[in-house]
């Protein structure tokens, strides 16, 4: 199995839990080539992958948590939930808004579990990423610059 394929297994609630980031990252290693570049782009790749992962865990969350909002709703922020990784209580106040809105009776609470459920999904993230970008080549080293000529290298002595 490829790391792609383990991503792609999950897309419910049993096969999230079973899903082994351990595992995903073994296998992103183990795929990587070793040309720098080609190695490059493969990491860019499996962040890619990740994000869309991560849309998708964070869509089976809001299932869960929050299936009194209408599932349009849900899955703008499920798609979206990259963007509010920084500003978790801006997610949470659109969360209360859009609760309110549609009449459900405990918006602070759906608002809080949306919270609880971001929170998981953007360290399952995080923990992937740095994972995948800790296998990041380092860049060459910069060539010595050459010598500055002097007016004296200029000039040929006899």
């Given amino acids: 199995m490829t ?12 096969t999230l839990e079973a899903f082994d980031a351990d595992q995903y990252l073994a296998l992103v ?15 860019a790749t499996a962040c890619e992958q990740i994000e869309t992962l991560i849309a998708r865990v964070m869509r089976i969350r809001l299932d869960l948590v929050a299936d009194a909002l209408p599932a349009p709703t849900r899955r703008v922020f499920a798609s979206t939930i990259a963007t509010y990784a920084n500003d978790l209580p801006l ?14 009776t405990a918006p602070e609470r759906i608002a809080e579990g949306v919270g609880a459920a971001a929170r998981e999904v953007l360290a399952l993230r995080d923990r992937l990423r740095a994972g995948v970008l800790a296998r990041m080549p380092a860049p060459p080293e910069p ?5 500055e000529v002097t007016f004296a290298d200029m000039i040929e002595l006899d």
């Fill in 3 to 14: 790391s792609a394929e383990l991503l792609d297994r999950v897309h419910t609630l049993a």
């Fill in 29 to 43: 290693a183990s795929e990587l080539p070793t040309e720098a570049e080609a190695c490059q782009a493969a990491l």
């Fill in 91 to 104: 997610l949470a106040e659109r969360v209360r808004d859009v609760a309110h809105r549609a009449g459900v």
């Fill in 143 to 147: 060539e010595a610059p050459a010598p």
